[in-house]
């Protein structure tokens, strides 16, 4: 199961991205010699590539028993290990004896929560 990133912060990299590279497009045919004109350029490519990477990988994969949250280097908790979950700030607090994983519950789509609230519900662990 795919917990997605909300399509609000999905939309504003691409918005982003866009303005960015637009304006690094028009700073390079009305000045090229200037040296920041490239940075925008590469300040729009880069939100385009963070746009693209959270769109396709999302924010969280639930598989076999494994909760995977998807970054650059993707941290991955296993269902059975969690001993503590807290609530707090928005976030939810998975703890395990050896890691911690913070979701935070901003970042995710309305049907996604629904789908991860009914996960954490059906674990055997308190809520805190």
Aim: proline share 1%.
């Amino acid at each position: 199961m795919k917990i997605r990133y909300s399509r609000k912060r999905l939309r504003q990299y691409l918005i982003f991205g866009s303005l960015w590279f637009i304006l690094g497009i028009a700073a390079l045919v009305y000045n090229a010699e200037n040296v920041f004109s490239y940075g925008y350029l590469l300040a729009g490519i880069l939100y385009f590539v963070i746009y693209l990477f959270e769109n396709t990988k999302q924010y969280l994969t639930i598989r076999q028993g494994i909760i995977t949250k998807k970054h650059l280097i993707p941290k991955k908790i296993n269902i059975k290990d969690i001993i503590h979950l807290k609530k707090f700030d928005g976030k939810y607090i998975l703890k395990t004896i050896a890691t911690e994983m913070k979701i935070n519950m901003e970042l995710i789509e309305e049907k996604s929560l629904v789908k991860l609230k009914a996960v954490l519900e059906n674990l055997n662990v308190e809520l805190k």
